[in-house]
């Protein structure tokens, strides 16, 4: 079983920048796909970003431009490097391995003025 842990969230104005880490405890080479995915008060969650082992890369289209996603396999993490934050980019983010039931307790961003 593999935990995934994430860190990096806080408060920033409008317009700021933040990165997200997520650090697994074990090898993370094995999933063909890590994810970042976003949960708003009221609303469900729901992908933001994901990565695939060869680095191949998809986002949804509210943060194309504005958030990178990547993974450091050696280092067992998965990044993501959200840059013109929105008030809409408020939510929880957990980090999430496709196909397996590996989720993160998630953490706060919170885009404010």
């Known amino acids: 079983q593999v935990q995934l842990v994430e860190s990096g969230g806080g408060l920033v104005q409008p317009g700021g920048s933040l990165r997200l880490s997520c650090a697994a405890s074990?090898?993370?080479?094995?999933?063909?796909?890590m994810g970042w995915y976003r949960q708003a008060p009221g609303k469900q969650r729901a992908l933001v970003a994901e990565?695939?082992?060869?680095?191949?890369?998809n986002y949804v289209d509210s943060v194309k431009g504005r958030f990178t996603i990547s993974r450091d396999n050696g280092k067992n993490t998965v990044y993501l490097q959200m840059n013109s934050l929105k008030p809409e980019d408020t939510a929880v983010y957990y980090c999430?391995?496709?196909?397996?039931?590996?989720w993160g307790q998630g953490t706060q961003v919170t885009v404010s003025s």
């Open positions: 999430h391995g496709a196909g397996t039931s590996y």
């Open positions: 074990g090898s993370i080479f094995s999933i063909y796909s």
């Open positions: 990565v695939t082992r060869g680095g191949t890369t």
